[in-house]
Every structure is written in structure tokens, then in C-alpha cells.
């Protein structure tokens, strides 16, 4: 019973705990969204896109052939 | 979700005004440059002796683009009107790409000091973003006109990306870390991709003049500055606007 009980000062801790590692993964998988399109405007191989997108990777230095 | 949700809308509301506002700039700075390229391009292309297209081949993942040798296989946007809304569209989307970047590490850094972020440090932040992903890989491999021939592409996007990470991570330390040996690592790790050196091509023959090149790498660098700048500080105003939306519908 005791080692399950939490005192006040850890209960008022933890909603606070919870939150941050759920802003964290929140903004981890923003963050693999934002390099997924960046990697898919920039530097997909597919023709379609490349050409699509063509004056934009020579406007920011990406790598084009 | 609601830290995922204000990172999404800030970096969708950033990045369609940042992208519609550089594709403005690129239609009088890097656009013309990139037609007048291809001109010299499409020029050089008849004329080019068969030994050097032979070395080009060789050698070279020369900058071929689909539109000259795979004009009826590959659809390509039209010159003009076309053309453009595909290069704004592109822009949006590497504006929303980036912002999403940014708006993560804002929620990140507010997260943890329970401040919000200000305009002014989201142009700090958006002036790394600068650092990272347009000075560093730009001194290895600068910004290229179309006709211009360059070392096989996939060379050149492995050491453009490892150049972009070991600088965010050498700033990374040097800013967060604050200690001499932890910075003195960082300049290292910024450092260690230009020392290993960019991909590049022994011989380059292109007609493309040099001046038009270096105009060139100006107006991308200007333009990417500005991209930034731009990014930087919209994105933050963005996401402390949202984020306080969400924070106050959490408490009520």
C-alpha cells in the first residue's frame, strides 16, 4: 500500500512530467514531418517532382542534377 | 495533441506567407538567372563535341535535365504561368517543412522555461536555421545554374546533409552546453565536413559564365537570408499565438 501511495508534492509533479514528454514527442514527430517534406521538395530522385520543383532546389542550393 | 496541432498550424500559417513572399523575391533575383542559364544550356547542347560528351558521361552526372532528353516521357510544368505556380507551390512547402522545424524547437524551448517565444528569438533561431541549412552546405557546394556541370548527384546530397547536421549539432553544443570543451567540439564538428571536403569534378566545361554563376550564388544566399529571417520570426509569433490559444482552452 505504501509504495503505491504518492505524496502530494509527487502528485502535483507528475501531470507536469507527463505533459513535457508529450510535448516532446509532439514536437519529435513535427519534427520528422517538416524533414519528410523538406526531403521530398528537395531531393526526391523522381523525375515528376524534380521538375516540379526545379527552380526551387536551384534557388536554395540544393543539390540538383 | 495540442502542442502537435499549434506547431502544425503555425508552420502551415508561416509558411504560406514566407513561401508566397519569396517566390515574389525569386521572380527578380535567382529566377532569371536560372533562365538565362538555359539558354546557355540548351545552346551548349547541340554544339558539344563528342569527346567532351563522352568525358561528360564519364565522369560526370552532368545537369541533365529531363526536359532536353526525356522531353515526351517526363511531364514537366510549362514555362510561364505553370511553371512559376509550381515553383510557388514548391516554395510553400519547404516553408512549411522548415517552419514545422522551427515551431518543434520553439514548443521545445518554451516547454522547458515556460516562456513564450518572441519574435526576436525565432529570427535567432530562423538566422541558425540560415546557418544550417544554406552557409554551411552552400561553402562546399555553392548554388548551381542549370548547365553547369557538377560531381553525381547523390555524392553531393549525402555530403550536403552531413554538412547541415554536423553544423546544427557544433551549434547545438556551443549554445546549449556552454563549456570551452563542448564548443571547442562544436567548431570541430562544423569544421570536420569542409575538411573532408565537398564532391566535386576535376574538370568542369560549362558555357555558363562565371559572372552569371557568382551573381547567382549572391542572389541565393540574399534570398535564403531574407527566407530565414523571414521564417524565423513569422514562425514564432505563430506559434506563441497558438500555443496560447490551446493552453488557455486546456485550462478552461
Known sequence: MSRTTVTHAEAGRLPIAAGQISRLAQSLMAMALG??????????????????????????????? | MSTFRSIVFSSVVAGFVVGAM???????????????????????????????AAATQETVAAHDHAEHEHAAETWEPRDGLERNAYTAAANVLTAIGFALLLAAFFALRSGNAGSRVSWHEGLMWGLAGFSVFAIAPGLGLPPELPGVPAAPLLSRQIWWVVAAVATAGGLGLIFFRRSVPASIAGLILIMLPHLIGAPELEHVETNVPTSLSHQFVVAVTLTNLIFWSMLGGLTGVAFAHFDRDTSHANAT
Not at chain 2, 542559364?37 to 545552346?43: N, T
Open chain 2, 22 to 52: 519569396v517566390t515574389v523575391i525569386q521572380q527578380f533575383g535567382t529566377v532569371p538567372l536560372i533562365l538565362k542559364a538555359e539558354v546557355f544550356e540548351k545552346a551548349a547542347r547541340p554544339h558539344r563535341s563528342e569527346a567532351a
Open chain 1, 35 to 65: 524533414l519528410f517534406i523538406v526531403g521530398v521538395v528537395g531531393f526526391s530522385d523522381i523525375d515528376v517532382v524534380h521538375n516540379a520543383a526545379h527552380d526551387v532546389r536551384h534557388s536554395n542550393a540544393f543539390p540538383c542534377h
